[in-house]
């Protein structure tokens, strides 16, 4: 059923043997992203754009899904939910249509000085569960705006780069990691907002051309 009809109406509707996973995403976010209101935002239609996105939003929930099984969640620290989050908005504005900036807009000139206002207030407070929009403001820009001067200056995105200067200070900890105080890796990384341990394993492993464990234990 397409809900391009149907959004803001009722309906009624028979399942039998459904496994069903309800996700209540807030529509700030997803608004802030793209430089709207919550009260002007609106997903347009439940399709998703290809079969393509729609695996990866059913592949993105069931990852939140695991992951808030987990009797120790590490989607109880702020950084690794703000990460989570981001991510959730990432896949919905990718794979449905919203009333936001339609996909491929030129946002216009952005400036270099807007990028380095980013970057500093990245690298002053990667302790904190920065989302796009709070980059975007620090820099004075607009979210499309922001994403579109760091590919074009710093050949990355904002969450990439986000991601790299956390990953730098998870290196650090792990040098200087307390064996004696029981400084685990998988507490490291979810200090600075990684809650997967594999993932964290395989970006640390690029980086650094070494497990994260093997860091530690030097």
Request: proline residues 7%; aromatic residues 6%; charged residues 20%.
């Amino acid at each position: 059923m397409s809900a391009g009809d149907t959004i803001g109406e009722p309906f009624t509707g028979t399942t039998c043997d459904m496994d069903t996973r309800l996700l209540r995403l807030p529509l700030a976010p997803l608004a802030a992203r793209v430089g709207l209101e919550a009260d002007t935002f609106r997903v347009t239609a439940m399709t998703p754009s290809s079969k393509a996105m729609g695996r990866h939003v059913r592949a993105t929930l069931h990852h939140l899904h695991r992951a808030l099984e987990e009797p120790d969640t590490a989607l109880a620290h702020p950084l690794v939910l703000a990460t989570a989050l981001d991510l959730m908005v990432t896949a919905v504005l990718a794979a449905f249509p919203h009333t936001g900036n339609p996909a491929g807009t030129h946002p216009g000139r952005v400036r270099p000085a807007a990028i380095r206002r980013a970057v500093a207030y990245v690298d002053a407070h990667p302790d904190q569960p920065l989302t796009l929009a709070d980059i975007a403001d620090a820099a004075a820009t607009s979210v499309s705006a922001l994403r579109y001067g760091f590919r074009r200056h710093l050949d990355t995105t904002p969450t990439r780069y986000l991601r790299q200067v956390r990953l730098a200070h998870a290196h650090h900890d792990l040098q200087n990691a307390d064996l004696a105080n029981g400084d685990e890796v998988a507490a490291i990384a979810r200090r600075w907002g990684f809650g997967d341990p594999g993932r964290f394993a395989d970006d640390y492993r690029a980086a650094y051309g070494c497990p994260p464990s093997d860091t530690r234990h030097h």
